[in-house]
């Protein structure tokens, strides 16, 4: 029995009026789509996900699911043609959870009590309880309808594919705004389950700072903490930070033994126990004899923003009595701000001597310290 979940993206967000569709705007760290692709991809008992997303959309989705292999279709002029177009390339799934990319935050526990429900039912929608009056609205207030008897309707929801798929084939109404509707339509009945407050969809442009704020207690600080030292050798080349000096010595080491991007790295690294710069890059694999470490940098940059993480700051500190840092500083700071995507003010570079004493004292090796900062979400 297999499970599949499509999340409709192929909007034009209109009424949210963002620069671009806010399905691909950012909110709480991460692109909006990207929050319930996650969500569904890692859910142990969902074989397959699909993104439905408009014509023209390919690089935004790229970009929103940077680093993941993702399948996606092109949608239609109206959300059910973006489901159709997403169930047509399901043909084989039994069951099919069916999702708005704009309601990001989709708890797990939604979606088990989804699939639970399909054992009994063809269908199944989670809902919510109305809790103010609801009244007609007409020149003045009109007659006051019976909350008690309604409910808000949310996505996901699942069906069988076969039934879902030949209830939007026979549909004759006009553009339906969830898929439930086209189930009853065709005669099945629909199951209620729970709801929850945090799949509010993204319609407006204020949704996005609820979402912001709804999230905020979410984020939680790391720290990571990184140390390196690399020998100084006459005829090697001297790179610090991304930046290559002018110098009597050189570090040595197998790639170019930026002693303070691998110190950096191992910052990064900590603040997701992620291991080390050894365990990604290791000293004995020839593929990294001579590589600019502003690589490892990119690639810890990129696991921590896999994991939906924000680098808030870093802070280097170069031990050395020569070269003098001061005079290239600036441009230190530059790179590695470029390296993390970060500006520069969020990019610390430090300097200092051991008063000649010890290794570093002596001239035979710099060190480096640096310490990272990040935020990641922490949520159900
Ligand atoms: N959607 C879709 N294809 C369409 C229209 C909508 O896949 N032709 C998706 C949207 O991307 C969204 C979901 O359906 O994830 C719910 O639609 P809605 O909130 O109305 O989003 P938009 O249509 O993008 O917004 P608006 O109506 O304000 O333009
Ligand atoms: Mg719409």
Redesign the pocket.
């Known amino acids: 029995m297999s499970i599949a979940a499509i999340i409709?993206?192929?909007?034009?967000?209109?009424?949210?009026g963002t620069n671009r569709?806010?399905?691909f705007e950012r909110v709480a760290g991460k692109a909006v789509v990207a929050h319930a692709w996650e969500r569904l991809s890692r859910h142990p008992r969902i074989d397959r996900v699909i993104v439905?997303i408009g014509d023209g959309q390919e690089a935004l989705l790229a970009e929103a699911l940077s680093g993941a292999p993702y399948e996606y279709v092109i949608?239609?002029?109206?959300?059910q043609?973006?489901v159709r177009r997403g169930l047509e390339v399901l043909a084989g799934a039994d069951k099919v959870l069916i999702h708005?990319?704009?309601r990001p935050f989709l708890p797990a526990a939604v979606i088990d009590r989804l699939i639970d429900a399909l054992d009994a039912h063809s269908g199944a929608v989670p809902v919510l309880p109305v809790v103010d009056t609801l009244a007609a609205k007409g020149d003045v207030l009109g007659d006051v309808t019976d909350r008690a008897a309604l409910v808000h309707v949310q996505t996901p929801q699942a069906f069988r594919h076969d039934v879902i798929l030949s209830a939007h084939l026979d549909w004759l109404g006009p553009p339906a705004t969830d898929d439930a509707q086209m189930a009853r339509a065709a005669g099945h009945g629909v199951a209620l389950i729970e709801g929850d407050p945090a799949l509010f969809?993204l319609?407006y442009k204020a949704d996005f700072e609820r979402a912001e704020a709804m999230m905020a207690q979410h984020w939680q600080t790391r720290t990571g903490l990184g140390f390196d030292v690399h020998r100084l050798e006459i005829g090697e080349e001297l790179w610090l930070c991304g930046v290559k000096l002018e110098h009597s010595h050189g570090l040595s080491g197998h790639s170019d033994a930026d002693v303070a991007l691998h110190a950096l790295v191992d910052a990064l690294l900590g603040t997701i126990a992620a291991g080390d710069i050894g365990a990604h890059f290791p000293p004995s694999d020839p593929q990294w004899k001579g590589a600019a470490s502003s690589r490892f940098v990119e690639h810890a940059r990129d696991l921590i923003a896999a994991r939906g993480g924000m680098i808030d700051h870093v802070d280097i500190t170069l031990i050395c009595e020569a070269p003098k840092i001061g005079p290239h500083r600036d441009r230190m700071r530059e790179r590695v701000a470029e390296l993390l995507q970060l500006s520069t003010s969020q990019v610390s570079i430090k300097a200092t001597t051991t008063e000649r004493l010890g290794m570093t004292g002596r001239g035979e090796g710099i060190a480096a310290q640096a310490i990272a900062t990040i935020r990641v979400q922490e949520i159900r």
């Open positions: 409709v993206a192929a909007g034009k967000g209109e009424r949210a569709p806010k399905q439905v949608g239609g002029a109206e959300r043609d973006s708005d990319a704009a969809k319609t």
